[in-house]
């Protein structure tokens, strides 16, 4: 069975410092990962994807993420946080013809100025 | 381009009442559709997903029920709401096809039962 684990509940970071979110998945197939973002009383967001080809990539706002098949993770990073990064993280692996996202318990992030 | 509403945004409502949140998708054809709970500071809890037209899996058996009585029309339903149904609902939809594989959510229901 398909798995994804965010080990850190919540993160504290200064504003203008570098972040990086950790996302580590248990998946018997090639995977397709996914970050997604969830401001307060909000939706999720997709802030990226991988699904093959180059294993960093680039999504929305600034951030990046990297795919390390022999680590089986996918952490999500950015170089400079702003106060409008706060919010909720959450990764997710699939796969073509899997019908379902597995996603991760989430990981709060927190600005301070 | 696809399009998702959720309606809506908000609603409390007294134990004992019954529910109806409503999910609707345009601008893609037999999607596949999902109903998400988050409790407060949880994370998401997968309820129903569909597949197809009158093609609905249940993933927590509870107090919900979800019916999908259009192709693009995904509704979720209680008889008597509960305490514990409070929480935040979240509607998405997929696309199986490679190039838009992944979930697009609506903009959720935060639900108060009082």
């Known amino acids: 069975a398909q798995s994804v684990t965010q080990p850190d509940i919540h993160i504290t970071v200064s504003e203008g410092a570098s972040l990086e979110l950790r996302c580590n998945y248990s998946y018997g197939a090639t995977p397709y990962l996914f970050w997604y973002v969830q401001s307060p009383g909000q939706g999720l967001q997709l802030l990226l994807k991988?699904?093959?080809?180059?294993?960093l990539v680039q999504g929305i706002k600034g951030f990046e993420a990297e795919f390390k098949r022999s680590q089986s993770s996918f952490n999500l990073r950015k170089p400079s946080v702003h106060w409008s990064d706060a919010a909720e993280y959450f990764c997710a692996v699939g796969a073509i013809g899997n019908e379902k996202l597995t996603f991760g318990t989430g990981t709060r992030l927190t600005i301070i100025p | 381009s696809q399009t998702i509403h959720q309606w809506p945004a908000t609603l409390v409502q007294p134990v004992g009442s019954p529910l109806s949140l409503e999910c609707t998708v345009e601008?893609?054809?037999?999607?596949?559709l999902y109903w998400y709970r988050q409790a407060a500071g949880r994370g998401l809890q997968l309820l129903f997903y569909s597949i197809g037209i009158d093609q609905i899996s249940s993933e927590v058996p509870q107090n919900l029920s979800a019916s999908r009585p259009q192709d693009r029309q995904f509704i979720l339903s209680s008889k008597k709401l509960l305490l514990s149904d409070s929480g935040f609902y979240l509607c998405?939809?997929?696309?199986?096809?490679?190039?838009?594989?992944?979930?697009?959510f609506g903009s959720g229901t935060r639900l108060t039962v009082v």
């Open positions: 998405a939809w997929s696309d199986l096809a490679t190039s838009n594989y992944g979930y697009t």
């Open positions: 601008g893609t054809s037999n999607p596949n």
């Open positions: 991988y699904f093959s080809g180059d294993t």
